[in-house]
């Protein structure tokens, strides 16, 4: 059973621009949730998708936003994007409800 | 939310037990105690969960105290490859909103 995939793994964009993550869940997972991760500030939670619907969204800038598909595929995106913004990004996928998060290997976003 | 507290680093003899403990004295009756750990740049990895029972996995074993106050992992038998940063979390079923706090970073020595 293929595991949770994201893409891409690396990148590295200038302030200003904007960029779009894809996450691509195990099959039969209809959660997904995005989480960012920082040296500073830890993991935190971003937001998470069930059925396409945004059902949590944890404390960040209207720049962050989500998206996920019929097919349960995601994407976040993030607009403007500052020095701040360099991080691991990190999506999990789970059967709807379970605690149990099964989370891809991260795309690492550098911001210059 | 409950929140949870684990002290932010601790060390361990390989071979040896590890014990992992956090603090969880606002966990209402509804939530249950997940741990996770998330070796060096890779994305966390589930351990165990429980609400009020003792649980064991091939893993590691979660010890809930009575009051459902505090819960101390352990992980039987350490190995170099046990090395991570562990976290316990106090989680809702029905919100699906797992959110980490700093965890305890584990080191276990030769």
């Known amino acids: 059973k293929a595991g949770v995939t994201q893409t891409p793994r690396y990148l590295i964009k200038t302030r200003g621009q904007q960029v779009t993550l894809s996450c691509s869940p195990i099959?039969?997972?209809?959660?997904v949730s995005w989480y960012q991760q920082t040296p500073g500030q830890g993991l935190q939670f971003l937001f998470e998708?069930?059925?396409?619907?945004?059902?949590n969204k944890g404390n960040f800038p209207g720049r962050f936003s989500g998206r996920q598909f019929s097919n349960s595929r995601s994407e976040m995106n993030v607009s403007t994007l500052e020095l701040g913004d360099s991080a691991l990004y990190l999506c999990?996928?789970?059967?709807?409800?379970?605690?149990?998060?099964?989370f891809g290997e991260g795309s690492r976003l550098t911001v210059l | 939310d409950a929140k949870t507290t684990q002290p932010p680093s601790m060390d361990c003899a390989e071979g040896r037990a590890a014990n992992l403990p956090c603090n969880h004295s606002?966990?209402?009756?509804?939530?249950?105690v997940y741990w996770y750990r998330q070796i060096h740049s890779q994305g966390p990895q589930y351990i165990i969960h429980?609400?009020?029972n003792n649980e064991t996995n091939e893993m590691a074993s979660l010890i809930i105290t009575e009051d459902r106050k505090s819960s101390t992992l352990i992980l039987p038998h350490a190995t170099l490859r046990d090395t991570a940063v562990y976290y316990c979390?106090?989680?809702?079923?029905?919100?699906?909103?797992?959110?980490f706090g700093a965890g305890t970073r584990l080191t276990v020595k030769p």
């Open positions: 606002t966990i209402s009756g509804n939530e249950y």
């Open positions: 998708y069930f059925s396409e619907t945004q059902r």
């Open positions: 099959s039969g997972h209809r959660s």
């Open positions: 429980g609400l009020k």
């Open positions: 999990a996928s789970s059967i709807q409800n379970t605690g149990e998060l099964f």
């Open positions: 979390i106090a989680y809702l079923y029905n919100n699906n909103d797992m959110r």
